[in-house]
């Protein structure tokens, strides 16, 4: 959530915390926020890797949280909001299916590029390293 203590993402930037964005936002939430618990990113996990096979794209890494989900995956000529819904929605099936009941993700993504082997190498440490979230 925008706001957290452990940071967020906006527009590519990583910012740290505001807990005046942050209230702001838990005031401004609908309904409670979703965390996923193990069965659930289990679940999550499998979805994104079974639906990559529809793009032929290899995921390199990926650490499904309570709730945000970090994927590292190689590049194919498919846009990447194409795959992002893709993958969302492979997820928000495959919960439901489960019997999960209600909104699972928020709108839009973050994504970086990766631009040398060392980049890329360096993301998948991260998201291995975290993949039990």
């Not at 942050?22 to 939430?29: E, H, I, R």
């Not at 919960?95 to 993700?105: Q, T």
Request: glycine fraction near 8%.
């Amino acid at each position: 959530m925008q706001g957290n203590a452990k940071g967020f993402v906006t527009n590519g930037e990583v910012r740290g915390e505001n807990i005046a964005l942050k209230k702001s936002n838990v005031k401004n939430l609908t309904r409670a926020a979703v965390r996923l618990g193990r069965r659930e990113k289990e679940i999550v996990r499998n979805s994104i890797i079974e639906a990559a096979k529809r793009f032929n794209q290899k995921i390199l890494a990926v650490a499904v949280y309570s709730n945000h989900v970090h994927i590292v995956c190689e590049y194919v000529d498919v846009p990447i909001n194409v795959i992002v819904s893709y993958y969302k929605n492979a997820g928000r099936v495959a919960l439901k299916e489960c019997g999960f009941e209600g909104r699972v993700w928020t709108k839009g993504y973050d994504k970086r590029f990766c631009f040398s082997e060392k980049d890329l190498r360096t993301k998948v440490d991260y998201v291995n390293k975290h993949e039990k979230g």
